[in-house]
């Protein structure tokens, strides 16, 4: 069982910037692969950008260009930058972990490819 811990968001105004970390507990050497997920009020739930244990990274259009998903060199962090954010990035992020090492590109953003999943953190953009 592995919990994830998020942290960072907050508000901000349009073209502002956050950084987003997320902690997974559990051994840091069993390979995993990693995701942000957003949820705005009265949608569903989407992928955001994700990253598995090769390093492949897939970013939703969305959001290319303007987020940056990393991790540290000892995979205990995981962060997701936001540039340039949008009124319409308004959401409650959520990271997500798979025990999935590799992963097709078609699973990267799909929420049934995780298992574990953190507790949200509010991101407010204002115009």
């Known amino acids: 069982h592995r919990e994830l811990v998020e942290a960072g968001g907050g508000s901000v105004q349009a073209a502002g910037s956050l950084r987003l970390s997320c902690a997974p507990s559990?051994?840091?050497?069993?390979?995993?692969?990693m995701a942000w997920f957003r949820q705005a009020p009265g949608k569903e739930r989407e992928g955001v950008a994700g990253?598995?244990?090769?390093?492949?990274?897939v970013y939703a259009d969305s959001v290319k260009g303007r987020f940056t998903i990393s991790e540290d060199n000892t995979r205990t962090t995981l962060y997701l930058l936001m540039n340039n954010l949008k009124p319409e990035d308004t959401a409650t992020y959520f990271c997500?972990?798979?025990?999935?090492?590799?992963?097709?590109?078609?699973?990267?953003?799909?929420?049934?490819?995780?298992?574990?999943w953190g507790q949200g953190t509010q991101v407010t953009v204002s115009s």
């Open positions: 990253i598995d244990n090769a390093g492949v990274i």
């Open positions: 559990g051994n840091p050497y069993v390979a995993y692969s």
């Open positions: 997500a972990l798979s025990d999935r090492k590799w992963l097709l590109e078609s699973q990267f953003l799909k929420t049934s490819t995780y298992q574990y």
